[in-house]
C-alpha cells in the first residue's frame, strides 16, 4: 500500500511544495511520481525515486528510498498545480492535490 | 515520438463487454509492456493490467477473472476486454506504455484516455 499526505496542499505561486509517499513495506527506489492535471492524462515527472523524466524542469526533485518519499517542487509555477501520485509496480497512492493558496 | 490513442464505445450496457483498443504510433509495439490503467469520476488512479507484446499478461486480482489484454503486433495495437461490466466500471480508461530500468518499473506513456459510461 502506498500513503500519500497530505490529501490536499495549499501553497502560493513562488513557493516550495513538499509532497509525501510512504509505503507499508521497502521498495528500495522503485518508486515514481506522476503529474495530472485536470482533463489530462496523468505525466511521469520522477523515476528510480530520483530521476526526473525526459523534459521535466528542474523544479522538480524527487528524494528518499525504502519507504519513505518526498517530491519537491522548488518554486510553484501556475502549471505546476494538479494533482500528483507516487506508484511502486502495479500500486498507486491516492493522490496529493496541490492547490493555489 | 512514440503516441498512445484509445478508442472504442462511450457507453456500455450493464453485463456487457466493455472493448478498447489502444493505437501505438511513431514507434514498434515490440519489446515493451503494454497496461490499461483506469480512473473513476473524481477518484485516483486503478491498474487493471498489461500484457508483453508477445503475450505473456498481468492482471489485478480484483479484476482478473474478468479482464483481457491482448497485444496484436501486426497492427501495432493493444486491446482491453472487460466482461460483465457494472457501474463500477464507469471510468476514464487509459492504455500505457511499462519501462522497466534496473529495478524500476514505471509507466512512461500514456494515452490521452477514453471515458466509459456503463448504464441502460
Known amino acids: 500500500v502506498m500513503t500519500q499526505s497530505p490529501d490536499t496542499l495549499s501553497v502560493s505561486p513562488g513557493e516550495r511544495a513538499t509532497l509525501s509517499c510512504r509505503a507499508s513495506q521497502s521498495v528500495s527506489t522503485n518508486l515514481a511520481w506522476y503529474q495530472q492535471r485536470p482533463g489530462q492524462a496523468p505525466r511521469l515527472i520522477i523515476f528510480g525515486a530520483s530521476t526526473r523524466a525526459t523534459g521535466i524542469p528542474a523544479r522538480f526533485s524527487g528524494s528518499g528510498s525504502g519507504t519513505e518519499f518526498t517530491l519537491t517542487i522548488s518554486s510553484l509555477q501556475s502549471e505546476d498545480f494538479a494533482v500528483y501520485y507516487c506508484?511502486?509496480?502495479?500500486?498507486f497512492g491516492q493522490g496529493t492535490k496541490v492547490e493555489i493558496k | 515520438q512514440v503516441q498512445l490513442q484509445e478508442s472504442g464505445p462511450g457507453l456500455v450496457k450493464p453485463s456487457e463487454t466493455l472493448s478498447l483498443t489502444c493505437d501505438v504510433s511513431?514507434?514498434?509495439?515490440?519489446?515493451?509492456?503494454w497496461s490499461w490503467i483506469r480512473q473513476p469520476p473524481g477518484k485516483g488512479l486503478e491498474y487493471i493490467g498489461y500484457?508483453?507484446?508477445?503475450?505473456?499478461?498481468h492482471y489485478h486480482p480484483s479484476l482478473k477473472s474478468r479482464a483481457t489484454i491482448s497485444v496484436d503486433t501486426s497492427k501495432n495495437q493493444f486491446f482491453l476486454n472487460l466482461n460483465s461490466v457494472t457501474a463500477a466500471d464507469t471510468a476514464v480508461y487509459f492504455c500505457?506504455?511499462?519501462?522497466?530500468?534496473?529495478?524500476?518499473?514505471?509507466?512512461?506513456?500514456w494515452g490521452r484516455g477514453t471515458l466509459v459510461t456503463v448504464s441502460s
Open positions: 506508484q511502486h509496480y502495479r500500486t
Open positions: 500484457s508483453y507484446y508477445s503475450g505473456s499478461t
Open positions: 511513431g514507434g514498434s509495439i515490440s519489446g515493451y509492456y
Open positions: 500505457a506504455r511499462v519501462s522497466i530500468f534496473a529495478v524500476n518499473w514505471y509507466f512512461d506513456l
